[in-house]
């Protein structure tokens, strides 16, 4: 008889702690859910853009001078749906001046059947516009949600803004002394073999510099050993998209800068190279 009564005290016990560890294990489970509905979302924004100069017709520019026009463009992409953010997302550009600049959704250019749409501002360069870097970043806020983008910070991708007299406005930084070239009488070539890879351009026998002569045709040959690039030569209007051929004649001596057109990676900002006219 006493073995029966121990064996019903047995199976209470075990009924008891059965239902208090459901109760326990309910009692998580709301706990975890309620902490999941007060957390925030943990999806960002993806944010990138680029820089172009309107007047002529939207081409890829950091060197800005009195009378331009500066464009950002900028797409914000929500990962949870892969498109844009909806139009009531709050994205800005904010400058090293303290100014901050509302962005617009939409068409650009505007009225032109078939345009991409962009997040888009302007800014017109003036004779009062301080000139050096302009430092600037994007946000993009709405919610939970944010997103930041910056350029890269090497010179090629640092919005400048040039004095109008057409000097080149550069802050006073070490650089170490280039060869010396007698431009009077370097070797010039018309013919121009540019080969890109990631990420850098290079002639027949890996020089970055050019020489051609002023008032003469230049034929600029683009192949892609790595990688998908193009070139752009913004001061002598010159931009090719794909590897292939461009032909231009340049009437003024000077130096020119040539850049990738193409965002290609990290490295991008890094491709470069120059093209000296000479008379």
Known sequence: MMKKHWSILVLLLGLVLFVSACSDSDETSSNNKAKEADSPAKTSFVVTGDVVEEKAGCVLKSQFTAGDLIVWRVDVIDPETME???????????????????????????????????????????????????????????????????????????????????????????????????????????????????????????????????????????????????????DLDVQLDEEGTVTFTPTEAGEYDLFCSIFCGEGHGDMTSSIVVVE
Do not use: C
């Not at 250019?109 to 994007?138: I, K, M, Q, R």
């Not at 060869?179 to 070539?189: L, M, S």
């Open 84 to 234: 844009q953010a909806s139009d009531d997302t709050k994205v800005q550009v904010h400058l090293s001046t303290g100014d901050v600049l509302d962005m617009r959704y939409g068409a650009h250019p505007a009225g032109v059947d078939g345009a991409p749409e962009f997040w888009t501002v302007s800014l017109p360069v003036t004779e009062e516009t301080p000139t050096g870097v302009l430092e600037y970043y994007v946000t993009a806020e709405k919610g939970d949600k944010k997103g930041e983008f910056r350029p890269f910070d090497v010179a090629p991708s640092l919005l400048t803004i040039n004095p109008a007299n057409g000097e080149t406005a550069v802050e006073e930084t070490d650089v170490e002394a280039e060869e010396t070239v007698d431009i009077a009488n370097v070797d010039t070539n018309q013919a121009i073999n540019l080969v890109a890879k990631n990420f850098s351009f290079e002639g027949d026998n890996g020089e970055k510099t050019f020489y051609v002569k002023a008032g003469e045709e230049v034929t600029l040959n683009l192949t892609n050993d790595e990688g998908m690039h193009g070139i752009i030569i913004p």
